[in-house]
């Protein structure tokens, strides 16, 4: 059964530029389970896709014109297949910036008209933006009649977001939003692009997002920060190693035991947090499947407390939620999520215990910060696909 979000961008599409749309496709957010920070050291990552979706319902044109609706901002943009494109820093370039990918590749692509409808919410950290780029680079595959795999769409996706878009990405978000499958988290290998489709919790057990209410505000200074730091720790190592080693995932701790002390302070911090949370993410994946959730869940809350004491990322929101849910029996993880400073939390929780968490946040949350928290109950679903 269609889900009403596909009906929304027919809909949508049918009332900006009358007559129906030829294809539909959904790609969705995501959120990360454990595994953070780490995608741009060439480490681990562990997301899930999750029933939060964006649709694009497009047709096909005669003519080389682009018009694309978006929901979201109630606006058009329109450009040509064969211009030469320009961000202009709005939503619509990363639509663009996914056409001028295909472009590079060599593609003559047709012109089309697109209405874009989502509910992955914006500024959570949730990858709106990555649903965005694979829910038109689907499109566009569907509509030329192109081949190309999961992988490489995902590739393609982030090449748009760091080059066009200018938002220096690691390849989580695109990867997972491309390849996810339902009932499964995603363990990606951000070196090589290997991944293995894990098997969830089963019914039992809920992933449940809190939204803080705080909007992202990892501004492009602090992450840069912390991707120099790891640089830098990742330098200075190699060379007090005498090895050749180009990211942190080839640094293990028992190594930062012995060197680390050529390290500045803060440089060791962010270095520990990555290198631990690279073996925590490993460590999580096989106890998920030989079944040991409290385990697993325990290895949330000390990615949390890493992130929140050595790579400093989370903030009171966030902690606040963590400390909150971990205190209502049936919850057996919870972490902040994303890139930080605002934005989610995730827990693992045991489905009788849902409505208690539930409580326990709107209650003391809003009583102490003022802010009204969204929660998300979800479920893990499949990448980037066709659906009418």
Same mark, same amino acid.
């Given at each position: 059964?269609?889900?009403?979000?596909?009906?929304?961008a027919?809909?949508?599409?049918k009332?900006?530029f009358e007559?129906m749309?030829d294809?539909a496709?959904? *790609?969705?957010?995501?959120?990360?389970l454990?595994?953070?920070?780490?995608?741009y050291?060439?480490?681990?990552?562990?997301? *899930?896709?999750?029933?939060?979706?964006v649709?694009v319902?497009?047709?096909?044109?005669?003519d080389?014109r682009?018009?694309?609706?978006?929901?979201?901002?109630?606006e058009?943009a329109e450009?040509?297949?064969?211009?030469?494109l320009? *961000?202009?820093?709005?939503?619509?370039d990363?639509?663009k910036?996914?056409?001028?990918?295909?472009?590079?590749?060599?593609?003559?692509?047709?012109?089309f008209d697109?209405?874009?409808?989502?509910?992955?919410?914006m500024?959570?950290?949730?990858?709106?933006?990555?649903?965005?780029?694979?829910?038109?680079?689907?499109?566009?595959v569907?509509l030329n009649?192109v081949?190309?795999?999961?992988?490489?769409?995902a590739?393609?996706?982030?090449?748009?977001?760091?080059?066009?878009?200018g938002?220096?990405?690691?390849?989580?978000?695109q990867?997972?939003?491309?390849?996810?499958?339902a009932?499964?988290?995603?363990?990606l290998d951000?070196?090589?692009l290997?991944?293995?489709?894990?098997p969830?919790?089963?019914?039992?057990?809920?992933?449940?997002i809190?939204?803080?209410?705080?909007?992202?505000g990892?501004?492009?200074?602090?992450?840069?920060?912390r991707?120099?730091a790891?640089e830098?720790?990742?330098?200075?190592l190699?060379?007090a190693?005498?090895?050749?080693?180009r990211?942190l995932?080839?640094?293990?701790m028992?190594m930062?035991g012995?060197?680390?002390?050529?390290l500045?302070?803060?440089?060791l911090?962010?270095?520990?947090?990555?290198?631990?949370?690279?073996e925590?993410t490993?460590?999580?994946v096989?106890?998920?499947?030989?079944?040991?959730?409290?385990?697993?869940?325990?290895?949330?809350?000390?990615s949390h407390?890493?992130?929140?004491?050595?790579y400093?990322v989370?903030?009171?929101?966030?902690d606040l939620l963590?400390?909150?849910?971990?205190?209502?029996?049936?919850?057996?993880?919870?972490?902040?999520?994303g890139?930080g400073?605002?934005?989610?939390?995730?827990?693992i929780?045991?489905?009788?215990?849902v409505? *208690?968490l539930t409580?326990?946040?709107?209650?003391?949350y809003?009583?102490?910060?003022?802010?009204?928290?969204?929660?998300?109950?979800?479920?893990?679903?499949n990448?980037?696909?066709?659906?009418?």
């Amino acid at each position: 059964m269609l889900h009403p979000i596909v009906t929304q961008a027919r809909d949508a599409f049918k009332s900006v530029f009358e007559g129906m749309a030829d294809v539909a496709v959904q *790609a969705p957010g995501r959120v990360n389970l454990i595994g953070e920070h780490t995608d741009y050291n060439a480490g681990f990552v562990f997301p *899930a896709a999750i029933d939060r979706w964006v649709v694009v319902a497009a047709r096909a044109r005669a003519d080389l014109r682009v018009r694309i609706y978006s929901a979201m901002h109630d606006e058009v943009a329109e450009f040509r297949v064969d211009d030469v494109l320009e *961000a202009l820093g709005n939503w619509a370039d990363y639509p663009k910036g996914v056409v001028r990918e295909f472009q590079k590749l060599g593609y003559s692509l047709c012109g089309f008209d697109a209405a874009i409808v989502g509910n992955v919410p914006m500024g959570a950290g949730l990858s709106s933006s990555a649903a965005v780029e694979m829910a038109v680079g689907k499109g566009l595959v569907v509509l030329n009649r192109v081949e190309i795999s999961g992988p490489d769409l995902a590739l393609l996706g982030q090449r748009a977001e760091n080059h066009f878009v200018g938002v220096n990405c690691g390849i989580m978000d695109q990867f997972i939003s491309a390849n996810g499958r339902a009932g499964h988290a995603l363990f990606l290998d951000c070196r090589d692009l290997s991944f293995d489709l894990v098997p969830l919790f089963g019914d039992d057990v809920q992933i449940v997002i809190c939204n803080s209410g705080v909007t992202r505000g990892l501004t492009d200074s602090a992450y840069n920060d912390r991707r120099s730091a790891c640089e830098s720790g990742v330098s200075l190592l190699a060379r007090a190693m005498g090895k050749d080693m180009r990211a942190l995932r080839d640094v293990s701790m028992e190594m930062l035991g012995v060197y680390g002390g050529v390290l500045p302070e803060m440089v060791l911090k962010r270095c520990r947090h990555v290198i631990a949370e690279n073996e925590r993410t490993q460590r999580a994946v096989i106890l998920l499947k030989n079944g040991d959730l409290s385990g697993f869940g325990e290895l949330m809350v000390a990615s949390h407390e890493s992130l929140r004491d050595d790579y400093e990322v989370s903030g009171e929101e966030l902690d606040l939620l963590v400390e909150i849910a971990l205190n209502v029996p049936g919850v057996l993880g919870a972490r902040m999520t994303g890139a930080g400073f605002g934005g989610c939390t995730v827990n693992i929780v045991e489905r009788d215990a849902v409505p *208690a968490l539930t409580d326990a946040i709107n209650e003391r949350y809003l009583r102490t910060t003022g802010l009204i928290p969204e929660i998300y109950v979800c479920s893990a679903v499949n990448g980037v696909e066709q659906v009418g």
